[in-house]
């Protein structure tokens, strides 16, 4: 069965699709991006970026995915009373408003790799896959780095 639309339907959807969809992936800037492990024989470790929103609209990054690790997550560090260093998910993501920059850093939000699929070494590049609410998908690659 065909299920081709006339050309005046396909025009009306996609300004309809365009008009809500108000943010893209090229408004999302991501720098100084890197990977770190906590040793060189670790299973796992932490990626960490700066992530600029250019455009107009409040966004989120929800997930990020990647063949380098069995388990990627958006995580956040935060002191306990005792001094201790605690690592918690982050399930409503971390948010970007319209204009705003936001870093994931040590110490801070990060995205944790859980059972990393390779002995990485300084320069090794882990291909991830950004997801955001509103930019969609964004492909990023980055560099162990553990001199950072
Ligand atoms: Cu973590």
């Not at 896959?129 to 780095?145: C, I, N, R, S, Y």
Request: hydrophobic content about 45%.
């Amino acid at each position: 069965m065909r299920t081709s639309l006339p050309a005046p339907a396909l025009l009306a959807f996609g300004l309809i699709f365009g008009a809500s969809q108000a943010a893209n992936a090229a408004e999302i800037e991501i720098r100084d991006a890197y990977v770190r492990t906590a040793s060189p024989v670790a299973k796992s470790g932490a990626a960490f970026m700066v992530i600029e929103n250019h455009g107009t609209v409040d966004d989120r990054l929800i997930a990020a995915s990647t063949d380098g690790a069995a388990i990627s997550e958006l995580h956040t560090s935060r002191q306990t009373d005792t001094g201790m260093m605690q690592m918690l998910p982050v399930t409503e993501g971390f948010a970007i408003s319209a204009g705003t920059t936001r870093a994931l850093a040590r110490g801070g939000d990060h995205i944790m790799l859980m059972g990393l699929t390779s002995t990485l070494k300084d320069g090794d590049i882990v291909h991830f896959t950004l997801q955001f609410e509103k930019a969609g998908l964004v492909e990023v690659d980055l560099p162990l780095d553990m001199a950072r």
